[in-house]
Each structure stands twice: as C-alpha cells, then as structure tokens.
C-alpha cells in the first residue's frame, strides 16, 4: 500500500512537473513577442492548421507566407509575432517590419557577417549539398562568397549578354511554336528551360540544351506534358522525355532529368506546414523523401565525374581545352566551375584533385543550378503575366522599348510604327559597348521587374540566434511603443505607434490572462520599450508581409504599381490614377524592398536574375500576347457587335474589365504554393498568340 502511495505520489510530483515546464515554454518563455492565442497542448499549430483551412481566406494549398500574412493582419500588424509549432517544428518568430529585417540581415559586433542561418536549412542539403554556401556559416561562407564574386561582378555579367541574348532566342522560339499551336502551356516549363540554358553557360560552360529539348518536342501543350510525365515524380516540363521526335537528349538530358525529379521531391503535395512537418515526424520515410536521397545521389555522381574531367582538362592535359566561354586577361574563365577549381590551379595544380575540393565544387555547381534557375523562371512569369493583366503598364514597356530599339531597319515593308523584330533587339544587345548601355536605359522595365519581385518574392531567409547569445532586435521607429488593449487576437508586449495607422478600424493588441500573469516575469528577458530578445528562436524574414507593410507602400501596398520604383515622374506619367501620384515622391527605404534578401548574405546572383528579365522582357514584349487561363484569368464584358459582329474573333466580341488602377479584373487571384520557393500554384497557364498587326517571322 506505501509503495502504492509513492508511486502515486511521485507520477503526481512528475505531472505537476511537466504541467509545470510545458506551461513555461508555451505561456512564459516567449510572453514578450505578440502572439496569437496559445494552446498549452498544441502550442499555435492548431490556430495555424484552422487559418489555412478558411476556404474564405483562400486555397488550402497555398504559400505558407500567405497564411502567416493573414495571421499578421488578425494581429493588428504588430512587427514582430510569434508562432509556436513545437515539439513538431520550429518556435518561429515572424519579422513583419523592415526595421527589424535589417537588424538581422546585417552585420554586427556579435555576427560578423549577419545572423547565421536556421538549422532548418539542413532539410536543402541533398539538394544543394553540404559544402554550399547557401549553409555554411563564418569564415567557410567568407571564403566561398571572395572566391564566386567575380563570377557575378557587373562588368562580368554584361559581358555575357550575347550568351543571355542567345538563350532568349531560341525562348522566342519556343513561344513561336505555341503561338502556332494555340494550346494552353504552362509558361513556367518554357521559363525553366531558358533559365537552366543560361545558368548552364554561368556556372558549368556548357550548353544545357534544356531548351533545344523542348524543341524537339511534338506537342508543347501542357495536356500531352501530363500525360508524358508519368506520375508524381515527374511532373515537371523539364523531366518529361516522351513526345518528343527523334532520340533522347543525351548525357545532360539524363542529368537535367534527374535534377528536376529531385526539385519536385520538395513539393508541398497539396500539405502544407504544421501537417507536412507533421507527416515527416510520424513518417520520415515518406515517398518523396524516400526517393530524395537516391535522386540526390545521382546528381552529386554526375557532377563529380564532369569536375574531375573538367579539372582533366584545365589542369593535367597538355590538349586543348575544351571551355567555350570567353576568357579573361589571366586566361582563366570566370565560371563557377572554373573559380571553384582555380585554388588549386593557384596553388598545386599538377597535383591529384583533393576530396576537399571535389566535394566544395561539386556543391558549388548543384547550389548555383538551383539557385541561379528557379528564382529567375519564377520572376520572367510573373513579369510576363503582369504585363499581360495591366494595359498601363503594357503601353508604358513598348513606348520605351521603341526609343531604345527603334523601328524596324531590316523590313521595308514593315510599318514604321511597328516595333522592332526579335532579331533585331539581339543583335543590338550582343553589340559590344552598345548592349549594357541600352540595357541600362530600359528603366521603367526594370520598375516593372522590382514590382513584380515586391508582389511575389521567390523566397525569405531563416535564421537563429543560439540560446543565450541576447540578441535584441529593437524597432527604430520615431514614436514610443506603447500595450494597448483590444484585438480578434491576444497578444503581449509593446507595438510601435507608427505601426497603428491601418488598425484604427479597431485591430490592436490585448494580452491573454496567462500572458498578463507572465508579463512581470518576461521582462527580465530583455523587453523594453521596442526591444525584444529574440535568441533560440526560428527568425523568418518574410518578405511577403514587409513588402506589404503600409506605412511603406502606402494604399496600394496590394497593387501593381511600377511607378512607386520611378525617382522622378511627369504629370503625363501618373495620369493612371490622380489620388496615387503624391505616393511616388515618398522614398521607398532600401530594406523595405528585400527579395534577393540583404546585408552580406544577400543573394550573390540577383544581378544576372535581372539582367535575363530585361531581355525576355525587350525581345518578346512587342511579338506576343499572353493570355492566362484558369488563376489569374481576365473578366471579359460583353461589347456592342458592329455591322459585321456575328463574323468577329471572339477577343474582338468582348473587352477587358478595368479597375481604378489600370489592371484588369482577374475572375479568381492567382496564389503561389510551396516548392522550395515560391511558385505559381498552377505553372502559369497560358495561351500565347502573335500581337495585332504582327507581321514576318522573328528575323522580321
């Protein structure tokens, strides 16, 4: 009976001792940093389950920043907020404002080279490798980011505008082709194509063919793709070999589709965080996950026979090398693989290849073909569907695309107003000298690119500062912080004033009856006034909800607005819509616009990224139409037939409808889901047909 009694007694001591340390962590621990209503079982992911779940609130399968958006906005906007998903994932700390980005972003007395990046990151490792520069960390990262810089220098990279300008041409090509078939494609196959083509060049020298592929073909539409993909794991454009003429692709055919099958592994599958992370805990090996590690394998095999052949070549053949891209004044060529191989080319180059060196090159190749590809095909879409959705921006592209590139020369016959021919604008842009210069020059292309990065970043950055580190982030806002009272969530700590002036409708902050209990206890944590210590923490930089941060961008934070980028603009210019010409004279702070992230871990390609959105942008914008199908489809309203109205096209029967802004309605938005990055929840279903009064092929 006493042992019965001590037993009894200690599971008693045991439970009020969890209950105890499981209502610190979830009630105490993290009291200072806002927060929705916690469970003391489940912590939020329940309430984050719910918010994906509103159909009212969108699609379930979509991005998880927009889901943590919508979350923001129930909050009242705080600049911080926290969601607590353990034991299944991480305690993540949202950063909504960027003031507090920059803190993390940037470097400091504590992190010489800004905070390190989340031990999350280790999940990319089979797709990026464990030597990338993407997860090292200190003087490792330094070391890679000094030796890859020239590969990206400006000066560099506009040097292979003509191998950029070639890569396009053969992507008119492709849309040559669909135009004539008039099936439904998914634009985003085609982007992939062209993308992996120019980073090929980039990192690797040689000709992908990704695109040449695609060519060969028999059907581009996105039905015959389906049915050729053959199941989950290869339901990518890129991977799909059947319906093609002729034979297969060779050697790199076989890696890019190997490639491709392990970046699809990543896909959200419909699920999304807390469920997928929940579905990985109860079964890691899932069947994606199962077959990541044999894809991974099979890359990382590839590349290090093509390293060592390469280093072959470079440094212990006495034949020719076999580097088709120019050299510099030393005679080494500034590609990623040849910068990775050039240390020991410095150092010892006759003798034996070190693993060392093998393994940093190797993942030097698969974290650049990934990285260097999926942004930039993710922002080409995104530019062409915006200018297709917005006649404004559309006809402000050709009135500048025509004073660079002028009418046509090439066609008598062609009408003097016409633009000029593909064929032309990439003989102009592969002219040494001349080609940066008119690229340059291409300005209010390159404020529809910014828009079109502000609207759907590919991606945010996650970091962590270890237990015990005391790293405070602290709003730098002008007015005090102050708690307030009131709002559909609870939360505690303070909220800048600046950050009030969309919540007057009623949105505020009020603290939970826990929270208010724990309010004493957590300001020995280190909050004071605007300062929240953030250490042990996931720190998720979202760049979804700071590039919607009204005091910044204003009533049309949610709207395509090119000319917010434009540093001077004309009365002529903001005609568009007269309420919104004051917002451009207002600076857009250089932290609020972060998609290529910033500080010294900003993203080392977001040049070249750039620099291939103008050219698709200069080479198809006057040739085609591109017309979205499904998501992001126009409303179309019914127009007054002419004498001849039963004969016309249906396009000519009907009008897009406008709204205020100079955008057409859409019937149902298109939303991005998760796959590594963010992407276009439907591949960006498009038809895509020649533009009125087109006339001549590509060579005009």
């Known amino acids: 009976m006493s042992a019965l009694l001590v037993l009894t007694a200690f599971l008693a001591i045991l439970s009020i001792l969890a209950y105890s340390r499981l209502h610190y962590h979830r009630f105490v621990q993290y009291a200072h940093i806002p927060q929705p209503p916690t469970s003391l079982l489940w912590g939020h992911m329940s309430l984050l389950h719910k918010f994906m779940s509103?159909?009212?609130?969108?699609?379930?399968?979509?991005?998880?920043?927009?889901?943590?958006?919508?979350?923001?906005?129930?909050?009242?906007?705080?600049?911080?907020?926290?969601?607590?998903?353990?034991?299944?994932?991480?305690?993540?700390?949202?950063?909504?404002?960027?003031?507090?980005?920059?803190?993390?972003?940037?470097?400091?007395?504590a992190f010489a080279y800004s905070v390190p990046k989340s031990y999350t990151l280790g999940e990319l490792e089979p797709l990026v490798g464990h030597d990338s520069m993407i997860i090292k960390e200190g003087q490792e990262w330094k070391e890679l980011r000094?030796?890859?810089?020239?590969?990206?220098?400006?000066?560099?990279?506009?040097?292979?505008?003509?191998?950029?300008?070639?890569?396009?041409?053969m992507f008119t090509r492709l849309l040559e082709r669909v135009a004539a078939d008039g099936k439904v494609v998914r634009l985003d196959m085609l982007t992939q194509g062209l993308t992996v083509d120019v980073i090929g060049?980039?990192?690797?020298?040689?000709d992908v063919g990704a695109q040449e592929e695609l060519l060969g073909r028999a059907d581009l539409g996105e039905d015959a793709a389906a049915a050729a993909g053959g199941g989950e794991e290869e339901d990518e454009g890129l991977m799909d070999t059947e319906g093609r003429k002729g034979e297969g692709g060779g050697e790199m055919s076989n890696f890019t589709k190997t490639y491709y099958r392990l970046i699809t592994s990543y896909a959200a599958g419909?699920?999304?965080?807390?469920?997928?992370?929940?579905?990985?805990?109860?079964?890691?090996?899932?069947?994606?996950?199962?077959?990541?590690?044999?894809?991974?394998?099979?890359?990382?095999?590839?590349?290090?026979?093509?390293?060592?052949?390469?280093?072959?070549?470079?440094?212990?053949?006495?034949?020719?090398?076999?580097?088709?891209?120019?050299?510099?004044k030393s005679g080494t060529t500034r590609s990623i693989l040849s910068l990775s191989l050039s240390e020991q080319h410095n150092n010892s180059p006759l003798l034996p290849m070190p693993p060392k060196l093998l393994s940093t090159t190797t993942d030097a190749l698969k974290t650049f073909l990934f990285a260097g590809h999926d942004t930039t095909?993710?922002?080409?879409?995104?530019?062409?569907?915006?200018?297709?959705?917005?006649?404004?921006?559309?006809?402000r592209v050709s009135s500048e695309l025509d004073s660079i590139f002028g009418p046509p020369s090439a066609s008598p016959s062609a009408c003097a107003s016409s633009p000029a021919s593909p064929s032309e604008?990439?003989?102009?842009?592969?002219?040494?000298?001349?080609?940066?210069?008119?690229?340059?020059?291409?300005?209010?292309?390159?404020?529809?690119?910014?828009?079109?990065?502000?609207l759907h970043p590919p991606a945010g950055t996650a970091r962590r500062a270890e237990v015990g580190s005391g790293f405070v982030v602290t709003c730098t806002c002008s007015e005090p912080f102050s708690s307030s009272s009131s709002s559909s969530f609870s939360s505690s700590g303070g909220t800048c004033t600046s950050h009030k002036k969309e919540k007057e409708k009623g949105g505020q902050y009020m603290q939970s009856q826990s929270q208010s209990q724990s309010q004493s206890q957590s300001q020995s944590q280190g909050r004071q006034g605007g300062e929240w210590n953030v250490d042990g923490m996931v720190l998720y930089n979202c760049a979804t909800i700071i590039h919607r941060d009204a005091d910044v961008y204003g009533e049309t934070k949610d709207e395509f607005w090119p000319e917010r980028w434009l540093t001077t603009l004309s009365e002529s210019e903001s005609d568009a819509t007269t309420k919104d010409k004051d917002k451009n004279k207002k600076e857009i702070p250089a932290g609020a616009w972060r998609p290529f992230e910033r500080g010294p871990r900003d993203c080392i390609g977001r040049?070249?990224?750039?620099?291939?959105?103008?050219?698709?942008?200069?080479?198809?914008?006057?040739?085609?139409?591109?017309?979205?199908?499904?998501?992001?489809?126009?409303?179309?309203?019914?127009?007054?037939?002419?004498?001849?109205?039963?004969?016309?096209?249906?396009?000519?029967?009907?009008?897009?409808?406008?709204d205020g802004t100079g955008c057409c309605v859409v019937k149902e938005k298109l939303y991005t889901r998760r796959q590594v990055t963010a992407r276009a929840a439907d591949g960006m279903r498009m038809k895509v047909r020649l533009a009125k009064g087109v006339v001549g092929g590509l060579e005009g």
């Open 54 to 109: 509103m159909s009212s609130q969108g699609p379930s399968d979509r991005h998880i920043d927009l889901v943590l958006l919508e979350i923001w906005h129930s909050l009242g906007q705080p600049p911080l907020f926290l969601m607590d998903l353990r034991p299944v994932g991480p305690c993540l700390c949202i950063i909504a404002s960027h003031h507090l980005a920059e803190q993390i972003s940037r470097s400091s007395a």
């Open 146 to 169: 000094k030796r890859f810089n020239p590969g990206f220098a400006p000066g560099h990279l506009m040097g292979l505008l003509p191998v950029v300008a070639e890569k396009v041409w």
């Open 201 to 206: 060049e980039v990192v690797m020298e040689v």
């Open 270 to 328: 419909g699920k999304q965080p807390p469920m997928e992370w929940l579905q990985l805990l109860t079964n890691p090996f899932s069947h994606r996950r199962r077959h990541r590690q044999p894809l991974s394998q099979k890359v990382d095999t590839f590349l290090r026979e093509f390293v060592q052949r390469k280093h072959q070549d470079e440094f212990q053949s006495t034949t020719t090398t076999t580097t088709t891209t120019k050299k510099t």
């Open 377 to 395: 095909a993710i922002l080409i879409g995104w530019v062409l569907y915006y200018l297709s959705l917005c006649p404004r921006a559309h006809s």
């Open 425 to 454: 604008i990439r003989a102009q842009l592969s002219a040494p000298g001349s080609g940066p210069l008119k690229l340059n020059k291409m300005v209010y292309t390159h404020a529809v690119i910014k828009e079109a990065l502000r």
């Open 607 to 658: 040049d070249l990224a750039i620099i291939e959105a103008k050219v698709v942008v200069a080479l198809v914008h006057g040739r085609y139409e591109f017309v979205k199908v499904g998501l992001g489809e126009k409303v179309l309203v019914p127009q007054e037939e002419g004498p001849d109205g039963g004969e016309e096209e249906e396009e000519e029967k009907s009008k897009p409808l406008v």
